[in-house]
């Protein structure tokens, strides 16, 4: 994400405590897990909380799709998205597939964010690498 233009630094400023609630509620959800197992209403409660910041922080990310005016980042970004996307898809598909037949363990389901994120980042770097060998100015 380019920070260098307004929406960028509006994005950071969301981002980061947003990033830190998530850190803060998902050592507090599994501490509070572990010591009181809590039963009924309590635990599903403490099971969702990690899962709030998460989607705030993708509601951070499309508010910043949206208020980037720059084009030529907001492509880039939609790019990196869907690359993302494609590497999340792609992975947790053969992932279930190879689950179903029992070569692999279960994964859990919030691994589809964070191979997302992980997914964007890749397409980001390759974005730059592609640029960089090419003499552009997407760095």
């Known amino acids: 994400m380019k920070t260098g233009t ?6 950071v400023k969301r981002f980061i405590p947003t990033m830190t609630a998530y850190v803060l509620v998902l050592f507090g959800a ?7 197992e ?13 899962a709030l910041p998460i989607i705030a922080v993708i509601g951070v990310m499309g ?17 990196a998205m869907l690359g993302g996307l494609a590497i999340m898809l792609s992975i947790t598909s053969a992932w279930g597939f190879m689950e179903e037949a ?6 859990p389901a919030y691994f589809a964010f964070i191979l997302w994120c992980a997914g964007m980042g890749l397409t980001q770097c390759f974005m730059a690498l592609r640029d ?4 552009g100015e997407g760095e």
Do not use: C, F, N
């Open 63 to 79: 508010l910043y799709l949206i208020e980037e005016k720059d084009e030529y980042v907001r492509a880039r970004l939609v790019t």
């Open 38 to 50: 809590p039963q009924g209403a309590a635990l599903v409660v403490l099971s969702i909380l990690p």
């Open 102 to 107: 029992g070569v692999l363990p279960h994964m």
């Open 30 to 36: 599994t501490w509070a897990l572990r010591h009181y």
């Open 132 to 135: 960089r060998r090419a003499g």
């Open 6 to 11: 307004p929406a960028g630094r509006r994005y």
